[in-house]
């Protein structure tokens, strides 16, 4: 089956109110007791009876400590722009920079804080009806001595370039204002999940996985929604992705899911759990708040529970802080990076003039794994404001357009981004 036919399914599935993790009644009941008709609302102060996954009760085998703020790493303001718990990469931050985002500006995002993991206790549980036995705990040591992969991807946030619904489209959304540096690519290494799921004797009945991360329970509006966790099918599972324990070479940061997290190539970042303390096989359909209550689409044109989505959008983004300043009547090299989750970029045009004129960009290195194509361009900018846009078309055809489809959580902007800079 392919994605469209598994997120359909999954749809049908929850609302025949046949899920189990996450029901589309436990849902109805938490909007209810907030007091409000939307499921995007937040929670109210009545905590809601959420049947967990089975197993979900017992006790992590490492228990994490708290650093004193949500995110460990340091985070200068010439780096990062900082929303509370979550931390965005200042795009200026990539200029001069290879192709790979160190970690030292990698963007942050945290339901809530970064948990310390002694990784000498720490154990990967796998368990559940979809294994032939169980459950299995792998420790790191265990782990590092699987066969390795290393890949080059990108990890995603759904709501990166959320900011641009409003301040572009006038549009209301909720969720945290990104422009666009929820986004970074790594090199990331670690074991197949599917090397450690049929090492654990995977079933021939399995259907969907759970994993779950070790931070601390999410909890919005006074309601406990549990560990961040959400549903894999099966078949991504499978096919490319990663139990991921190092990342640009070496051990993974407290703050990117240390000591090992899911890596899932051209998907939302949510997919890619951190922390990760447990992966639930099952032999039926999963649910979880974050793939119901969150990350859908809702809104006019999408069905009354929202319509569900996995995979990334286009988008391209230039190597400059919005405003900036640049020497006017003197040649700047403008530099920027597109990319796509659904192929390589094949080519990017750029505009100086507010998108009257459009050149192609040139390509600066390959366009590498799960990643992005860096480019150029030559400018000379006479003194004044001016508006830069750049619109990255990949090998399957599709290019940004210039309005993004609205929808209330303001996920998956992909439309062209307008970008003043000033010379003078
Ligand atoms: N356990 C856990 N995993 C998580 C999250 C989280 O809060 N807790 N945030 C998710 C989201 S929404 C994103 S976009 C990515 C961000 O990864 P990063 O912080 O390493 O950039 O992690 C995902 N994995
Ligand atoms: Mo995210």
Same mark, same amino acid.
């Given at each position: 089956m392919d994605e469209f036919g598994y997120d359909l399914g999954r749809l049908h599935d929850w609302l025949a109110g046949s899920a189990r993790g996450f029901s589309r009644r436990d849902l109805l009941k938490l909007t209810a007791a907030a007091g409000v008709a939307g499921p995007a609302a937040q929670a109210s102060s009545t905590p809601p009876i959420i049947k967990q996954a089975a197993g979900q009760a017992s006790a992590p085998p490492a228990s994490p400590v708290q650093a004193a703020g949500p995110i460990v790493k340091p985070l200068p303001p010439e780096?990062?722009?900082?929303?509370?718990?979550?931390?965005?990469?200042?795009?200026?931050?990539?200029?001069?920079?290879?192709?790979?985002?160190?970690?030292?500006?990698?963007?942050?995002?945290?339901?809530?804080?970064?948990?310390?993991?002694?990784?000498?206790?720490?154990?990967?549980? *796998?368990?559940? #009806? %979809? $294994?032939? @036995?169980?459950? /299995?705990?792998?420790?790191y040591d265990e782990l590092r001595r699987f066969p390795s992969v290393t890949m080059t991807t990108a990890v995603e946030c759904a709501g990166n370039g959320r900011s641009f619904f409003t301040s572009q489209?006038?549009?209301?959304?909720?969720?945290?204002?990104w422009q666009l540096g929820a986004i970074g690519v790594a090199?990331?290494?670690?074991?197949?999940?599917?090397?450690? *799921?049929?090492? #654990? %004797? $995977?079933? @021939?009945?399995? /259907?969907?996985?759970?994993?779950?991360?070790?931070?601390?329970?999410?909890?919005?509006?006074?309601?406990?929604?549990?560990?961040?966790?959400?549903?894999?099918?099966?078949?991504?599972?499978?096919?490319?992705?990663?139990?991921?324990?190092?990342?640009?070479g070496s051990p993974l940061p407290p703050d990117h899911g240390a000591p090992a997290r899911l890596i899932v190539p051209y998907w939302i970042g949510i997919s890619s759990i951190k922390w990760l303390g447990r992966i639930e096989v099952a032999d039926e359909p999963l649910f979880s708040p974050w793939n119901t209550q969150f990350y859908r689409l809702f809104g006019p044109g999408y069905p009354v529970d929202g319509r569900p989505f996995n995979r990334q959008v286009i988008k391209s983004a230039f190597e400059l802080d919005r405003n900036a300043q640049l020497p006017a009547g003197?040649?700047?090299?403008?530099?920027?990076?597109?990319?796509?989750?659904?192929?390589?970029?094949?080519?990017v045009e750029v505009s100086t003039d507010g998108g009257t004129r459009w050149r192609r960009a040139r390509p600066v290195g390959a366009g590498e794994g799960a990643a992005w194509q860096r480019w150029e361009l030559d400018w000379l900018p006479a003194a004044g404001a001016h508006e830069l846009l750049a619109r990255a078309t990949d090998v399957r055809g599709n290019t940004q357009p210039d309005v993004a489809a609205y929808n209330e959580l303001g996920y998956l902007f992909d439309a062209v981004v307008r970008h003043p800079v000033v010379a003078a």
């Amino acid at each position: 089956m392919d994605e469209f036919g598994y997120d359909l399914g999954r749809l049908h599935d929850w609302l025949a109110g046949s899920a189990r993790g996450f029901s589309r009644r436990d849902l109805l009941k938490l909007t209810a007791a907030a007091g409000v008709a939307g499921p995007a609302a937040q929670a109210s102060s009545t905590p809601p009876i959420i049947k967990q996954a089975a197993g979900q009760a017992s006790a992590p085998p490492a228990s994490p400590v708290q650093a004193a703020g949500p995110i460990v790493k340091p985070l200068p303001p010439e780096l990062f722009t900082v929303f509370g718990s979550n931390a965005e990469m200042r795009w200026s931050a990539m200029a001069g920079q290879g192709h790979l985002v160190p970690v030292d500006r990698f963007f942050v995002r945290n339901h809530t804080s970064t948990p310390i993991i002694d990784r000498d206790t720490w154990r990967l549980e *796998l368990t559940g #009806a %979809g $294994l032939r @036995r169980g459950p /299995v705990f792998y420790s790191y040591d265990e782990l590092r001595r699987f066969p390795s992969v290393t890949m080059t991807t990108a990890v995603e946030c759904a709501g990166n370039g959320r900011s641009f619904f409003t301040s572009q489209q006038g549009q209301t959304v909720s969720g945290t204002a990104w422009q666009l540096g929820a986004i970074g690519v790594a090199r990331w290494r670690g074991v197949r999940l599917s090397t450690l *799921l049929h090492h #654990a %004797g $995977l079933g @021939r009945n399995a /259907v969907d996985l759970m994993p779950s991360g070790l931070d601390p329970h999410y909890v919005t509006g006074g309601v406990d929604l549990g560990p961040v966790r959400r549903p894999l099918p099966l078949l991504k599972a499978l096919t490319d992705v990663l139990v991921a324990y190092e990342m640009n070479g070496s051990p993974l940061p407290p703050d990117h899911g240390a000591p090992a997290r899911l890596i899932v190539p051209y998907w939302i970042g949510i997919s890619s759990i951190k922390w990760l303390g447990r992966i639930e096989v099952a032999d039926e359909p999963l649910f979880s708040p974050w793939n119901t209550q969150f990350y859908r689409l809702f809104g006019p044109g999408y069905p009354v529970d929202g319509r569900p989505f996995n995979r990334q959008v286009i988008k391209s983004a230039f190597e400059l802080d919005r405003n900036a300043q640049l020497p006017a009547g003197r040649r700047v090299r403008l530099t920027g990076r597109s990319w796509s989750a659904s192929g390589a970029i094949k080519h990017v045009e750029v505009s100086t003039d507010g998108g009257t004129r459009w050149r192609r960009a040139r390509p600066v290195g390959a366009g590498e794994g799960a990643a992005w194509q860096r480019w150029e361009l030559d400018w000379l900018p006479a003194a004044g404001a001016h508006e830069l846009l750049a619109r990255a078309t990949d090998v399957r055809g599709n290019t940004q357009p210039d309005v993004a489809a609205y929808n209330e959580l303001g996920y998956l902007f992909d439309a062209v981004v307008r970008h003043p800079v000033v010379a003078a």
